[in-house]
């Protein structure tokens, strides 16, 4: 699923969403790259869920979040 936001957001503006059932407040237009960034999980080896679809890695830095989103994030573990 591709978005795209209908106007550009004024620089204060704020959104919430939910992270793993939990409430976050980001920049409007935020992407899922800049939520892992500030969530510390950058670079990490990890699945990312937005409102029951996973989206592929690749565009993470394009991927806008919108209000109300429910984003779901999983680490990947090794093991056997």
Do not use: K
Request: hydrophobic share 45%; charged share 20%.
């Amino acid at each position: 699923m591709v978005r795209e936001l209908c106007h550009a957001p004024s620089e204060n503006a704020r959104m919430d969403i939910l992270l793993n059932g939990q409430t976050r407040t980001l920049a409007s237009g935020a992407t899922i790259a800049a939520l892992l960034e500030a969530e510390g999980l950058a670079g990490r080896r990890v699945a990312v869920e937005v409102n029951g679809e996973i989206v592929p890695r690749g565009v993470h830095a394009t991927h806008a979040l919108v209000e109300g989103d429910r984003v779901e994030v999983v680490h990947a573990l090794g093991g056997g």
